[in-house]
């Protein structure tokens, strides 16, 4: 683990041909890739960071503009030729984006699972609490009981320090988090949609929004939903998730399962 940096960040492969940035998301740290990571760092360099506020960064403030800005210092000073194939995952796919809409010359491609945003409602201000309070209630779960809900997927405990404060700077709506601009970086945008038991499905609706923004920057940029793959499917198939990520940087077609969203 490096910590020069107020992001740290784990790193792999440092002879790779072409870096990936793998962005977790929300109270995880950059070890949440440990299982995608073994598919990837045989032919890429790898780099991993803990998001502001998050593991052992020491930037505690967190913003997906700030987080955006550390991540670009990292791909200018730590990947090949100072650019990267970027892959965003929940939080991190928003702050991937950011990334891609703030500094276009140093994102190759663009890989994101699991976006959200989070507009102003009346529920906005329990917003912060209730996600505190879920964080804990998770870890009170038996990680057996959360395998058998979740198709076998693997949540390991949040180790990270869940904190009101940071529920507070990941929850409150800023114009960051509202809606991004359109980006130049060519995408792909993944819904993992099974639901269930666990409502764990992300939504086709944003999936299908978030295509349309970005066929604005770009027109490769493309969405697709699977209908077995739960929110954390890096932890669900991780072999899948690489093998997702591996097709999309090199231009080949995403493996079997897989369903186009296609706009109205």
């Known amino acids: ?148 809900a979740m198709d076998g997927t693997d949540i390991p405990h949040n180790i990270s320090t869940t904190t009101l404060k940071l529920c507070r700077q990941i929850a409150t709506p800023s114009p960051e988090l509202q809606w991004p601009e359109p980006w130049a970086a060519r995408t792909l945008i993944v819904v993992a949609a099974k639901g269930g038991l666990v409502p764990s499905g992300d939504s086709k609706e944003v999936g299908l929004r978030l295509m349309k923004t970005g066929r604005e920057g770009n027109p490769e940029t493309i969405a697709y939903f699977h209908s077995e793959m739960r929110h954390p499917w890096n932890r669900q198939n991780p072999k899948l998730f690489a093998d997702t990520a591996k097709a999309w940087i090199e231009g080949e077609d995403i493996p079997d399962g897989f369903e186009k969203l296609v706009l109205e």
């Not at 910590?3 to 990936?20: C, F, Q």
């Not at 740290?29 to 502001?52: C, E, N, Q, R």
């Not at 100072?82 to 928003?94: D, F, N, T």
């Not at 507009?119 to 998770?138: C, D, G, L, N, S």
Request: proline share 7%; net charge negative.
């Open 1 to 148: 683990m490096a910590t020069e940096y107020p992001v740290s960040y784990l790193s792999w492969n440092d002879n790779g041909p072409a870096s990936i940035v793998l962005i977790h998301g929300a109270f995880v740290t950059g070890s949440w890739w440990d299982l995608v990571v073994p598919h990837l760092s045989t032919k890429y360099h790898i780099l991993a960071p803990d998001l502001p506020g998050h593991g052992q960064s020491t930037q505690q403030e967190f913003s997906v503009q700030s987080a955006a800005d550390l991540l670009a210092q990292l791909i200018c000073d730590k990947a090949i030729d100072s650019h990267a194939h970027v892959i965003g995952h929940s939080l991190g796919a928003r702050v991937a984006i950011q990334l891609a809409c703030t500094y276009p010359d140093l994102v190759q491609s663009v890989f994101v699972s699991g976006f959200m945003s989070i507009p102003r409602t009346v529920f906005t201000p329990y917003i912060p609490r209730a996600m505190w309070a879920m964080q804990h209630v998770e870890n009170l779960i038996p990680r057996s009981v959360i395998r058998w």
